[in-house]
C-alpha cells in the first residue's frame, strides 16, 4: 500500500481529471434549459433522457394515481449520493462514533451494499499484488470484489469463538493477532508494499 496520502498510485491515477470529469464540470456550470438557458450546453455523454421528461411524467402520472415525480428522480444523481442523505449521514456519523471532528457530508461517498465499496477501496488504497488483514469469520462476498478489481489478496485473521484465559470476549480482535496476520501476510509475500 502507497504512503503517499493513503493512495494507492493506480488510486491517485484513477483520480486524475478525465475528460469525462472536465466536461461534466463545464456543462454543470451551464447546462441547457429551454426557457431559462437556450445558450447552455447540452450534456450528450450521459445517458439521460431529460429532453423527454413531460412524456414520461405524463406517463408516470396516469399509472401513479396522479401523483407527481420530480424530473430529478428520473435523471442521474450525484454519483457521491444525495445531498440531503449525505448531510443525514454526516450527522448520524458524528453523533454515533462520538466523532473528534464534525463530519461533513463532502467527505460522505454513499454507495450500493458493502461489496461495491470494497471494490471501490481496493481499487483506490491498494496496488495490484497489496494484501489486506481482515479478521475471520467474515462475509466471504468481500474476497472475489478486492481480488477481481483491486488485485488485492486477503490475508486472514483467525479469531477464536471460545474465550481463552488472556480474552475476555470470544471472536476478539488484538494487536497480536493482527502482528501475527502480518507477519503470515510477510512470510507468503502478500505485502508487496507495507
Not at 39 to 51: A, F, H, V
Not at 132 to 141: A, E, F, Q
Request: proline fraction near 5%; charged fraction near 25%; aromatic fraction near 10%.
Amino acid at each position: 500500500m502507497a504512503a503517499e496520502g493513503d493512495m494507492s498510485a493506480r488510486g491517485r491515477r484513477i483520480g486524475d481529471d478525465s475528460a469525462l470529469d472536465c466536461s461534466s464540470s463545464i456543462y454543470e456550470a451551464d447546462p441547457y434549459d429551454e426557457c431559462t438557458n437556450p445558450q447552455g450546453i447540452l450534456n450528450l455523454g450521459t445517458s439521460e433522457n431529460k429532453l423527454c421528461f413531460d412524456l414520461i411524467e405524463e406517463w408516470f402520472n396516469r399509472r401513479n394515481g396522479g401523483k407527481s415525480i420530480a424530473p430529478d428522480l428520473l435523471q442521474y444523481s450525484c454519483v457521491q449520493g444525495i445531498e440531503s442523505f449525505r448531510e443525514e449521514i454526516a450527522k448520524f456519523l458524528t453523533d454515533y462514533t462520538r466523532a473528534p471532528k464534525t463530519l461533513h457530508s463532502e467527505e460522505i461517498i454513499i454507495m450500493n451494499g458493502c461489496c461495491s465499496i470494497f471494490a471501490a477501496l481496493s481499487m483506490v488504497l491498494f496496488d495490484p499484488g497489496d494484501g489486506y488483514l481482515i479478521p475471520t469469520p467474515y462475509y466471504g462476498g468481500v474476497n472475489p470484489y478486492m481480488d477481481l478489481y483491486g488485485e488485492v489478496k486477503a490475508v486472514h485473521v483467525n479469531l477464536d469463538s471460545k474465550i481463552s484465559e488472556y480474552e475476555s470476549l470470544p471472536f476478539r480482535l488484538t494487536v497480536d493477532k493482527l502482528e501475527a496476520g502480518m507477519q503470515h501476510a510477510k512470510e507468503k509475500v502478500c505485502f508487496a508494499t507495507f
